[in-house]
């Protein structure tokens, strides 16, 4: 009797020590599946988060009212599409993606200069609007202000692979009837103020005889010939090109830019060259010309 009893309660508790390991087994699982589920929660956030990441803060522009608009720039023509509820600021921050052109040295127009501040809405901006952008890159302003030293080198050895003026057919036909009789004696190498008598006894193109007079006074350049006199506005002379003649290297041939191109050049020809350095001082002043 006391072994059946022993018995019984030897093979009750071996039955409480398999259904134990059961309870455990099952809340591992569960304790599995709670994990389970966390990852996969964990998982589903990091995955709708990684959108706000590749937008880098940058605002979508679904959903919103746009407006087709062609910006002009440097006789360039941009098709661009943005909100209408865009600032101005915005605008230039697109034009800069388009061009190239920083936001600070745009200036855009569209009725008038456009405000940063103003929505495009607010400025009345329709579908297929013209916006003017007036501004120069940061490589034109750096081309821009080259020092003048290496502008002057750049056109003075363009010049040296030019055939020399005297030489071309449009002069020579005007050089080859030799030096004037009457023509004001030269000083090779030398540099002399203006005299106060009129320059004469040269040539211009059509081989008349032509007087230079300074009116400082009146800051003319007075253009005698035969015919008339033409007094010109020493403001309005854009440019003076000199070069000396060959085998006569004492008098130069020069010519007076009176217009934006050269065609309105007026040549003369056998001027002193004591004379040259004066003459473009006068008419120009020092610092326009090289």
Known sequence: MGKQAGSEVVGMEAEVTQKVPEVLCEAAGQGDEAGSEA?????????????????????????????????????????????????????????????????????????????????????????????????????????????????????????????????????????????????????KGAKERLPTVPLSGMYNKSGGKVRLTFKLEQDQLWIGTKERTEKIPMGSIKNVVTEPIEGHEDYHMMAFQLGPTEASQYWVYWVPAQFVDAIKDTVLGKWQYF
């Open 39 to 187: 990852t996969s929660l964990t998982d589903g956030e990091s995955t709708s988060a990684e959108p706000a990441a590749v937008s880098n803060g940058e605002e979508s522009d679904e959903g919103k009212e746009m407006v087709d608009v062609k910006i002009i720039w440097n006789k360039n023509k941009y098709d661009l599409k943005i909100p209408l509820d865009g600032t101005g600021a915005k605008l230039k921050e697109k034009i800069h993606a388009l061009t190239g052109l920083p936001p600070a040295m745009q200036k855009v127009m569209y009725k008038g200069l456009l405000p940063e501040e103003k929505t495009l809405r607010e400025i009345k901006v329709t579908n297929g609007a013209k916006i003017m952008v007036v501004g120069s890159t940061i490589n034109d302003v750096l081309a821009v202000n080259t020092p003048k030293e290496v502008i002057q080198q750049e056109v003075k050895a363009e010049e040296n692979k030019k055939e020399p003026l005297c030489r071309q057919k449009q002069h020579r036909k005007v050089l080859d009837k030799g030096k004037p009789d009457d023509v004001m004696s030269s000083i």
